[in-house]
């Protein structure tokens, strides 16, 4: 499961902040030693005052408060003494304390067993870079669409504008992604090229992956060469069965541009098993096609085309091409 292969990275990678955090104060630790032998004395001396302190607490005899507190003096001018060598040196008690780099949760990723925000991000940074959608998501998302880039004039087979088809398309995949942990929703995003599809698509998918899921996005051609060389056994087989797991785990599927892989009964044997997988374990898939639902049923078999008919949304967008408007 992807999921589980991005929270044991994380971990592995704590694992190592932590070792080489332990690492670098040994190191500061001991340049400092080298210069000031006394503040290694100090350090011995405060943990013999320590071990004293518990041996004590153990005892249960009747001076045990006053011992107590002449060990708290004592170590308390030790600390003295050592802050005083530091600040001489230009230096100061951090410099003998561990730094991590989320002092909230000391490296560990929970605090009192609850996921601290920098395991939370962790795991976005990672489920962006697995997505494939890193770069293109900064500028293609909710809060980039502008619907006035679509026309307002009625297309006579519709009788609907492309602005206000897109508003509706638009509420649909935020809608979508709004109610996606409650619903297992799948869409089929067709028309031409340049009609926003590929745009909302990202936007749905940035939607998700910012809530800490984990998506998958890959075109058609890309998904099925994917398959092709897992199959058989071309490439690294391990990194394959990494794009496979994440195709037929992840929490969102996107398929863009289906139709334009070379068709053949192998890819369309592919796209039914991971159809199929995907809907029995309840994971959505977003597909974005140039192709039109008859022309679907033309490149690809009844069990596909029935299968999107029963589970998908089919959601039709038209327009003039607007990246040549754009231009
Ligand atoms: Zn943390």
Redesign the pocket.
């Known amino acids: 499961m992807p999921g589980a292969d991005v929270f044991n990275e994380c971990m592995r990678e704590y694992e190592r902040d932590r070792d080489e955090a332990r690492a670098a104060l040994s190191a500061r630790k001991a340049a400092l030693y080298a210069k000031s032998p006394r503040l290694a004395e100090i350090e011995g001396e405060l943990a013999v005052c320590g071990i004293s302190a518990a041996k004590l607490a153990l005892s249960d005899g009747a001076d045990l408060e006053s011992g107590i507190a002449a060990l708290e003096r004592k170590s308390a001018a030790l600390s003295a003494e050592r802050a005083e060598i530091l600040r001489r040196g230009g230096r100061g008690e951090d410099d003998l304390r561990i730094t991590w780099k ?1 002092p ?2 000391e490296d560990t ?1 929970f605090i009192s067993g609850k996921r ?4 939370r991000q962790k795991i976005i940074d990672k489920n962006y870079n697995a997505s494939n959608l890193r770069g293109v998501l900064e500028s293609e998302n909710f809060d980039n669409f502008d619907v006035r880039l679509f026309s307002e004039e009625k297309d006579p087979k519709t009788g609907r504008s492309p602005r206000v088809n897109i508003e509706v398309m638009h509420r649909v995949c935020l809608m979508f992604a709004e109610k996606f942990d409650e619903t297992c929703d799948n869409l089929i995003l067709t028309g031409l090229a340049g009609t926003g599809k590929t745009f909302l698509c990202n936007c749905v998918a940035k939607e998700l992956l910012d809530r800490g899921k984990t998506v998958f996005y890959a075109t058609a051609p890309a998904l099925f060469r994917i398959y092709d060389d897992y199959r058989f056994g071309k490439g690294d087989a391990s990194e394959l069965r990494g794009f496979v797991e994440l195709a037929e785990g992840c929490d969102l599927l996107i398929i863009d541009d289906l139709g334009a892989e070379f068709v053949t009964s192998f890819t369309a044997s592919e796209l039914f098993n991971l159809v199929n997988t995907r809907g029995l374990n309840k994971k959505s898939v977003v597909i974005s096609t140039n192709l039109t639902f008859e022309q679907l049923q033309e490149t690809y078999t009844e069990r596909i085309t029935s299968r999107f008919h029963a589970s998908y949304k089919i959601l039709p967008f038209f327009g003039a091409d607007l990246r040549s408007r754009k231009r």
């Open positions: 989320c909230n949760c990723g601290c925000a920098c395991l």
